[in-house]
């Protein structure tokens, strides 16, 4: 798959809340807004999309603040990026309508979202991240630490830039391949837009950004309210950076109406290895 297979979208630049945000959309119905992880943008969810626009939603895509097309400028707290998709939520004029969807950092954003901005959340599901209370948690369990030295290592200031964007960006290839179960959905041409994307002016400093802000947030974290809409956790339990055993038991504490739904043929980037079975787990639930 390339971008020219998804020419039914429709790509929007615009000041949204100060903010010069690119994101793709397509469809008439509820909004679904997708949230895209590190290291990737848009076409992260390349695989949902013509699926829920089938169905009936309003689909937006947005590049995160410091990713792809949209500006590249800090700060990158968690409260800041909430306030950066309810802006766009506001933009779009859809209210409380909107139904949340976030993978990878995506995910840990979804979360923070449905807990501290609940006007602007119907419901919310999350791929592979788990709550940000077990993640400050259980990131200091040695298994999972062992599993999050990338966390500790983008710290390095310049480093983790000059690696990732060197040689044409090849070590993106690299990460994405590296924790992925099947990978039918990885060749080069298909990949090819995440390494594009990373080689942008001050993209790979602006990605690593969301990293570099993570120290402050464990080491004061902001109070985190239950999660009282309905919550969706899929998770490919193959997954070689984030933990299952380590970060998912105990979620329905923070999110008493939590489903949780396990792809055990799958790793880290569930939406793009099993994009069938994610579909339909996403579809069921968002309707």
Known sequence: MTPADLGFLTHRTEDVGGLRMHWVEAGQGPLVVLLHGFPEMWWSWRHQLKPLVDA???????????YAETEKHGPYDLDTLAADICALIDHLGAGREARIVGHDWGGALAWHLAATRPEHVERVAVLNCPHPVAMRTGVFKPRQAL??????????PGLAEWLLTKDDAVNVLKVLRGNTFDRTHF???ELRPFRDAIRRPG?????????RALPAQILSPPKIPRIECET????????????????????ERYAPKLKIVPIEA??????????????????????
């Open 56 to 66: 009936g939603f309003r689909v937006v895509a947005p590049d995160q603040r410091g």
């Open 147 to 156: 599993r999050s030295w990338y966390m500790f290592f983008f710290q390095v």
């Open 187 to 189: 060749s080069d041409e």
């Open 203 to 211: 993209a790979a400093k602006a990605m690593v950004g969301w990293y």
């Open 232 to 251: 969706l956790l899929v998770w490919g339990m193959r997954d070689s950076a984030l933990g299952y055993a380590d970060l998912v038991p105990g979620t």
């Open 266 to 287: 799958a790793g880290h980037f569930v939406q793009s290895e099993a994009p069938a079975a994610v579909n339909a787990a996403l579809l069921e639930f968002l309707r």
